[in-house]
């Protein structure tokens, strides 16, 4: 697992490879990630959008902007906490992603970035 705190909220991502949903001989490869996203201010906000940077081992490289996580917009009150499951494909069996999640302070409407630390998704044979 991987954790990162900025401007006071926590971000942990849990990856894990999906055999089950995935085909090394056509250069598919899933993968799924859990994000914990944890507000440790003293104030109340709401996660308004994010951008993914994903770039696979063979060297492809894309971007993701959209608006929400998984068609959610959380607000998080001080101390609470907000979990989501998601994935990705990749044709190479590894790859990184990382990226930021644009949030907004209920009572001022001031936005501010918060980074969504880098990790690797990478088959477990890759490893060996």
Not at 12 to 25: C, I, L, M, T
Not at 60 to 74: D, N
Not at 77 to 105: A, L, R
Request: proline fraction near 5%.
């Amino acid at each position: 697992m991987v954790t990162e705190v900025t401007n006071g909220i926590r971000v942990s991502v849990r990856q894990k490879y999906q055999p089950d949903y995935s085909n090394p001989f056509q250069a598919h490869y899933v993968f799924t990630y859990k994000i914990s996203i944890e507000n440790l201010t003293d104030y109340t906000i709401q996660l308004k959008s994010r951008v993914w940077n994903i770039h696979d081992g063979n060297g492809s490289y894309r971007e993701v902007v959209g608006e929400g996580v998984v068609g959610q917009q959380p607000v998080l009150e001080p101390g609470e906490s907000h979990d989501y499951v998601s994935g990705c494909n990749f044709k190479s069996g590894i790859g990184k992603m990382y990226g930021k999640y644009m949030f907004e302070k209920i009572m001022t409407g001031e936005e501010f970035e918060v980074n969504i630390p880098e990790f690797t998704l990478c088959v477990p044979f890759k490893l060996n």
